[in-house]
């Protein structure tokens, strides 16, 4: 994934730090006076991001971080989730769609049927298939966990 674009960005200080992965969740009110906002809101809303670099050891002073923030690249940073099998192929790119998950789920397998920061009809590229997961009340429904990279 050295190849992937990145973006130059600020971050928390406490988030300053290689392989470090974050959701982006927009600007806030106190951002609306400072000078590097338009660096900072370079970030898709909602989508996670994971830090590859940090530029330099500037604190820079900020209005919602504490301790300041630092600049960073960061890439977009892959999403775990279930998919229907037939749409499970290493490499391919596909449009994202949640699959019909039973009611009653663990924390664990819920996160996968519904992942935070992909949406439906988003297209998505297929990294890694990870193995099968069998919902109780379908058994005809396949679905493979997978990493997939928006």
Not at 10 to 34: M, N, S
Not at 49 to 61: F, P
Not at 83 to 97: F, M, N, T, W
């Amino acid at each position: 994934m050295e190849d992937m674009d990145t973006t130059i960005t600020l971050i928390g200080t406490r988030l300053a730090k290689e392989g470090v992965e974050f959701f982006f969740d927009g600007d806030t009110p106190e951002c609306e006076q400072c000078k590097l906002k338009n660096t900072c809101m370079s970030l898709e809303k909602g989508k996670k991001y994971r830090v590859v670099k940090v530029r330099n050891n500037t604190l820079h002073e900020c209005f919602v971080h504490d301790k300041g923030a630092m600049v960073v690249d960061v890439v977009k940073a892959p999403i775990f989730a279930l998919l229907d099998s037939k749409k499970a192929i290493e490499g391919s790119k596909i449009r994202y769609q949640a699959p019909k998950c039973d009611e009653k789920l663990d924390a664990e397998t819920y996160e996968l049927c519904y992942p935070k920061g992909l949406r439906n009809g988003e297209r998505c590229t297929v990294l890694k298939v990870m193995g099968t997961v069998e919902m109780e009340a379908d058994p005809s429904i396949t679905l493979k966990k997978v990493e997939l990279l928006p």
